[in-house]
Protein backbone atom coordinates (compact mmCIF):
# COMPACT_ATOMS: atom_id res chain seq x y z
CA UNK A 1 0.00 0.00 0.00
CA UNK A 2 0.99 3.32 -1.10
CA UNK A 3 0.33 6.80 1.13
CA UNK A 4 0.44 10.18 -0.56
CA UNK A 5 1.17 12.33 2.70
CA UNK A 6 0.62 15.82 0.62
CA UNK A 7 -2.36 16.15 -0.95
CA UNK A 8 -5.29 18.98 -1.53
CA UNK A 9 -8.69 17.04 -2.81
CA UNK A 10 -10.92 20.09 -2.35
CA UNK A 11 -14.14 20.78 -4.30
CA UNK A 12 -12.32 23.74 -6.17
CA UNK A 13 -10.18 21.50 -8.14
CA UNK A 14 -12.26 18.46 -8.41
CA UNK A 15 -15.59 17.95 -9.80
CA UNK A 16 -16.24 13.96 -8.36
CA UNK A 17 -13.61 13.60 -5.34
CA UNK A 18 -15.78 9.79 -5.00
CA UNK A 19 -13.95 9.36 -8.49
CA UNK A 20 -10.51 10.31 -7.43
CA UNK A 21 -10.84 8.20 -3.78
CA UNK A 22 -12.03 5.04 -6.04
CA UNK A 23 -9.03 5.85 -8.14
CA UNK A 24 -6.71 5.30 -5.47
CA UNK A 25 -7.91 1.95 -4.75
CA UNK A 26 -7.38 0.72 -7.86
CA UNK A 27 -3.69 2.03 -7.78
CA UNK A 28 -2.89 0.25 -4.41
CA UNK A 29 -2.96 4.24 -2.59
CA UNK A 30 -4.41 2.89 0.31
CA UNK A 31 -4.14 6.21 2.79
CA UNK A 32 -4.06 10.20 1.57
CA UNK A 33 -3.48 13.03 3.20
CA UNK A 34 -5.44 16.35 2.51
CA UNK A 35 -4.15 19.29 3.63
CA UNK A 36 -6.12 22.55 4.81
CA UNK A 37 -4.63 25.80 4.19
CA UNK A 38 -6.87 28.55 5.74
CA UNK A 39 -10.49 28.28 7.23
CA UNK A 40 -12.65 27.16 4.45
CA UNK A 41 -10.21 24.59 3.52
CA UNK A 42 -9.65 23.30 7.16
CA UNK A 43 -13.40 23.37 7.11
CA UNK A 44 -13.36 20.71 4.25
CA UNK A 45 -10.67 18.46 5.58
CA UNK A 46 -12.68 17.72 8.54
CA UNK A 47 -15.58 16.76 5.94
CA UNK A 48 -13.37 14.39 3.89
CA UNK A 49 -12.15 12.51 6.63
CA UNK A 50 -15.12 11.99 7.92
CA UNK A 51 -16.56 10.89 4.63
CA UNK A 52 -13.99 8.43 3.32
CA UNK A 53 -12.33 6.16 5.07
CA UNK A 54 -8.90 6.61 3.10
CA UNK A 55 -8.37 10.19 3.73
CA UNK A 56 -6.93 11.84 6.56
CA UNK A 57 -6.07 15.35 7.35
CA UNK A 58 -3.73 18.12 8.33
CA UNK A 59 -5.03 21.75 9.20
CA UNK A 60 -3.48 24.64 9.77
CA UNK A 61 -2.72 28.05 8.02
CA UNK A 62 -0.72 28.55 4.91
CA UNK A 63 2.24 31.37 4.71
CA UNK A 64 0.03 32.91 1.54
CA UNK A 65 -2.92 32.54 2.69
CA UNK A 66 -3.30 35.21 5.64
CA UNK A 67 -5.06 37.99 4.07
CA UNK A 68 -8.41 36.96 6.29
CA UNK A 69 -6.36 35.39 8.87
CA UNK A 70 -7.21 36.17 12.39
CA UNK A 71 -5.24 34.91 15.63
CA UNK A 72 -8.68 33.52 17.23
CA UNK A 73 -8.16 31.41 13.65
CA UNK A 74 -5.78 29.69 16.14
CA UNK A 75 -8.82 28.11 18.31
CA UNK A 76 -10.03 26.15 15.60
CA UNK A 77 -6.25 24.37 15.38
CA UNK A 78 -6.51 23.14 18.86
CA UNK A 79 -10.56 22.20 19.22
CA UNK A 80 -9.33 20.14 16.16
CA UNK A 81 -5.90 18.86 16.68
CA UNK A 82 -7.64 15.66 18.34
CA UNK A 83 -10.06 14.88 15.90
CA UNK A 84 -10.53 11.70 14.67
CA UNK A 85 -8.51 11.24 11.58
CA UNK A 86 -6.32 14.44 11.81
CA UNK A 87 -2.92 13.48 11.80
CA UNK A 88 -0.89 17.20 12.08
CA UNK A 89 -1.07 20.18 11.62
CA UNK A 90 -0.17 21.82 7.81
CA UNK A 91 0.36 23.30 5.38
CA UNK A 92 2.35 25.74 7.45
CA UNK A 93 5.78 27.73 6.76
CA UNK A 94 7.01 30.26 4.74
CA UNK A 95 7.09 31.62 1.06
CA UNK A 96 8.94 34.60 0.33
CA UNK A 97 8.25 34.17 -3.64
CA UNK A 98 5.86 37.61 -3.81
CA UNK A 99 7.47 40.90 -3.54
CA UNK A 100 4.97 42.20 -1.50
CA UNK A 101 5.68 39.35 1.11
CA UNK A 102 5.00 40.11 4.66
CA UNK A 103 7.74 38.22 5.92
CA UNK A 104 7.05 38.83 9.26
CA UNK A 105 3.64 38.21 9.27
CA UNK A 106 4.25 34.82 7.82
CA UNK A 107 6.96 34.28 10.69
CA UNK A 108 4.63 35.00 13.34
CA UNK A 109 1.69 33.05 12.60
CA UNK A 110 4.26 30.36 11.63
CA UNK A 111 5.54 30.44 15.24
CA UNK A 112 2.39 30.29 16.77
CA UNK A 113 0.79 27.29 14.85
CA UNK A 114 4.62 25.75 15.99
CA UNK A 115 3.90 26.82 19.54
CA UNK A 116 0.61 24.63 19.26
CA UNK A 117 2.37 21.44 17.43
CA UNK A 118 4.82 21.26 20.11
CA UNK A 119 1.92 21.96 23.15
CA UNK A 120 0.00 18.56 21.84
CA UNK A 121 3.11 17.07 20.21
CA UNK A 122 1.79 16.95 16.98
CA UNK A 123 3.81 16.53 13.72
CA UNK A 124 3.65 19.46 11.59
CA UNK A 125 3.30 19.77 7.58
CA UNK A 126 6.39 21.94 6.33
CA UNK A 127 5.85 24.51 3.05
CA UNK A 128 9.05 26.45 2.05
CA UNK A 129 9.25 28.70 -0.71
CA UNK A 130 12.20 30.63 -1.68
CA UNK A 131 12.63 30.81 2.43
CA UNK A 132 14.96 27.42 3.42
CA UNK A 133 17.33 29.20 5.45
CA UNK A 134 14.50 31.15 7.86
CA UNK A 135 12.04 27.89 7.88
CA UNK A 136 15.31 25.74 8.68
CA UNK A 137 16.52 28.58 11.67
CA UNK A 138 13.00 28.59 12.85
CA UNK A 139 12.23 24.49 13.02
CA UNK A 140 15.85 24.75 14.85
CA UNK A 141 14.40 25.99 18.56
CA UNK A 142 11.33 23.25 18.04
CA UNK A 143 11.61 19.45 18.80
CA UNK A 144 9.14 18.35 15.93
CA UNK A 145 8.86 16.06 13.39
CA UNK A 146 7.05 16.51 10.31
CA UNK A 147 7.12 16.33 6.49
CA UNK A 148 9.26 19.14 4.77
CA UNK A 149 6.95 19.03 1.86
CA UNK A 150 8.15 19.42 -1.61
CA UNK A 151 11.42 19.75 -0.97
CA UNK A 152 13.47 21.69 -3.49
CA UNK A 153 16.66 22.80 -1.70
CA UNK A 154 20.54 21.31 -1.51
CA UNK A 155 21.28 18.26 -0.53
CA UNK A 156 23.10 19.51 2.11
CA UNK A 157 20.16 21.48 3.74
CA UNK A 158 18.06 18.01 3.05
CA UNK A 159 20.63 16.73 5.60
CA UNK A 160 20.36 19.23 8.11
CA UNK A 161 16.44 19.26 8.34
CA UNK A 162 17.03 15.26 9.00
CA UNK A 163 19.28 16.06 11.43
CA UNK A 164 16.45 18.04 13.14
CA UNK A 165 14.00 14.83 12.64
CA UNK A 166 12.38 16.13 9.37
CA UNK A 167 11.47 13.73 6.35
CA UNK A 168 11.39 14.87 3.13
CA UNK A 169 8.75 14.62 0.71
CA UNK A 170 9.19 13.84 -2.72
CA UNK A 171 6.38 14.29 -5.56
CA UNK A 172 5.97 14.94 -9.30
CA UNK A 173 9.09 16.99 -9.88
CA UNK A 174 11.66 13.87 -9.57
CA UNK A 175 10.04 12.81 -12.87
CA UNK A 176 11.25 15.99 -14.26
CA UNK A 177 14.46 15.71 -16.60
CA UNK A 178 15.26 19.19 -15.38
CA UNK A 179 14.83 18.43 -11.65
CA UNK A 180 18.77 18.04 -10.78
CA UNK A 181 18.43 18.79 -6.96
CA UNK A 182 15.73 16.70 -6.00
CA UNK A 183 17.14 14.03 -7.96
CA UNK A 184 20.51 14.36 -5.73
CA UNK A 185 18.74 14.22 -2.99
CA UNK A 186 16.95 11.04 -3.44
CA UNK A 187 20.13 9.75 -4.58
CA UNK A 188 22.05 10.05 -1.77
CA UNK A 189 19.92 9.96 1.64
CA UNK A 190 18.36 6.66 2.87
CA UNK A 191 15.26 6.14 2.24
CA UNK A 192 14.23 5.65 5.66
CA UNK A 193 13.55 9.60 5.12
CA UNK A 194 12.05 9.74 1.80
CA UNK A 195 8.10 10.83 1.95
CA UNK A 196 5.68 10.26 -0.67
CA UNK A 197 3.39 13.00 -2.02
CA UNK A 198 1.83 14.19 -4.85
CA UNK A 199 0.60 17.82 -3.64
CA UNK A 200 -2.78 17.54 -6.24
CA UNK A 201 -4.01 19.13 -7.71
CA UNK A 202 -0.26 20.16 -8.85
CA UNK A 203 3.38 19.19 -9.56
CA UNK A 204 1.86 16.33 -12.14
CA UNK A 205 4.45 13.66 -13.05
CA UNK A 206 5.37 12.81 -16.51
CA UNK A 207 3.88 11.69 -18.37
CA UNK A 208 1.00 14.10 -17.33
CA UNK A 209 3.39 17.24 -16.06
CA UNK A 210 0.42 20.00 -17.05
CA UNK A 211 -2.45 17.99 -15.87
CA UNK A 212 -4.50 18.22 -12.96
CA UNK A 213 -2.44 15.59 -10.58
CA UNK A 214 -4.16 13.08 -8.51
CA UNK A 215 -3.30 10.70 -5.75
CA UNK A 216 -3.39 7.49 -7.79
CA UNK A 217 -0.04 9.11 -9.23
CA UNK A 218 1.88 8.18 -6.22
CA UNK A 219 2.82 5.11 -8.00
CA UNK A 220 4.74 6.82 -10.96
CA UNK A 221 6.95 9.15 -8.62
CA UNK A 222 7.72 5.86 -6.39
CA UNK A 223 8.68 4.29 -10.13
CA UNK A 224 11.43 7.09 -10.14
CA UNK A 225 12.41 6.24 -6.78
CA UNK A 226 13.36 3.10 -7.51
CA UNK A 227 15.43 3.58 -10.21
CA UNK A 228 17.33 6.56 -9.10
CA UNK A 229 18.15 4.33 -5.64
CA UNK A 230 18.42 0.72 -7.33
CA UNK A 231 15.73 -0.28 -5.12
CA UNK A 232 12.85 -2.62 -5.91
CA UNK A 233 9.53 -0.67 -6.40
CA UNK A 234 8.01 -2.80 -3.38
CA UNK A 235 10.84 -2.00 -1.72
CA UNK A 236 10.19 2.03 -2.21
CA UNK A 237 6.51 1.50 -1.45
CA UNK A 238 7.24 -0.07 1.97
CA UNK A 239 9.80 1.71 3.40
CA UNK A 240 7.58 4.85 2.19
CA UNK A 241 4.88 3.37 4.02
CA UNK A 242 6.67 2.74 6.93
CA UNK A 243 8.31 6.09 7.38
CA UNK A 244 4.93 7.98 6.69
CA UNK A 245 3.26 5.65 9.47
CA UNK A 246 6.12 6.60 11.72
CA UNK A 247 5.21 10.82 11.08
CA UNK A 248 1.56 10.27 11.28
CA UNK A 249 -0.39 8.51 13.84
CA UNK A 250 -2.88 6.54 11.80
CA UNK A 251 -2.99 3.46 13.94
CA UNK A 252 -5.58 4.74 16.26
CA UNK A 253 -7.45 7.15 14.28
Do not use: W
Request: charge should be negative; charged fraction near 30%; hydrophobic fraction near 35%.
Amino acid sequence: MYIDTHCHILKEYYENIDDIIDECTKNNVGRIIVSGCDMKTNKEVLELISKYDIVYGTIGFHPTELDEYDDNDLKFLEEHIFDRKIVGIGEIGLDYHYDDTDKEKQKSVFRKQLDIAKKYNKPIVIHTRNSIQDTYDILKEYDLKGSIHCFSGSLEMAKEYIKLGYKIGVGGIVTYKNAKNIKEVVKNIDMTYILLETDSPYLSPEPYRGKVNEPNNIPLVAEVISNLKGLDLQEVMRTSTANAEAIFDFLDK
